[in-house]
């Protein structure tokens, strides 16, 4: 309940923003991420399109935007958007890793290992990416390497236990003994 609230008083906080200044795109984009934590993602995308509308080459909103079509389950959406935050920043590791983990999500793993390593190429510590190679080497049922790439993002500072316990993608590697050992470490 507490985050809900904290998200409820962020929403507020910007709608005041934009009646102050309705061409600020920031604060769509900084409304959209606190709609979009809340799982409201149809109001999430409206503030991006105002965004990138207000701003086109404003490559963070494409992320953001991109993430609530990849959480929709809208991956070639969410693809395109991601492929346009690195058209305008092809620095942007996290786009990389976000196109990545969508194509991981559509089955080709291939490409999405390409974006992914493309994404710690450009920011090695990215728990992200380095959570996002795991779960490649989970679904292609590869137990010991995706533990590996796990064990690299927990010691980076990834911590998102819930995430690791309900990821469909960690599926096939649960009853392997390294992601058994992994599980009792974070219990400790």
């Known amino acids: 309940m507490k985050k809900r609230w904290k998200y409820d008083l962020g929403i507020r906080r910007y709608n005041t923003a934009i009646e102050a200044n309705p061409t600020d795109y920031r604060a769509y984009n ?14 999430a995308i409206s503030d991006f ?23 929709m389950g809208h991956y070639e959406h969410s693809i395109s958007d991601f492929s ?11 786009a990389y890793n976000n196109r990545g983990f969508s194509l991981l999500l559509m089955g080709r793993l291939r490409e999405a290992e390409m974006d992914i390593r493309k994404a710690l190429e450009l920011s090695p510590r990215n728990i992200y990416a380095l959570n996002s190679m795991a779960e490649l080497y989970a679904i292609k049922n590869e137990p010991e390497e995706a533990c590996r790439w796990l064990r690299k993002a927990i010691e980076n500072g990834f ?19 390294c992601f058994k050992e992994i599980l009792r470490a974070m219990r400790q």
């Open 30 to 43: 900084n409304r959209g991420i606190y709609y979009m934590k809340k799982g409201r993602y149809d109001f």
């Open 159 to 177: 911590n998102d236990w819930r995430y690791i316990m309900r990821a469909k993608t960690y599926d096939n590697i649960r009853h392997s003994g």
């Open 49 to 71: 399109n105002k965004a990138i509308e207000l701003n086109p080459s404003f490559d963070i909103v494409h992320v953001n935007r991109g993430t609530a079509y990849q959480e």
């Open 84 to 94: 346009e935050a690195i058209r305008l920043n092809p620095k942007n590791s996290m």
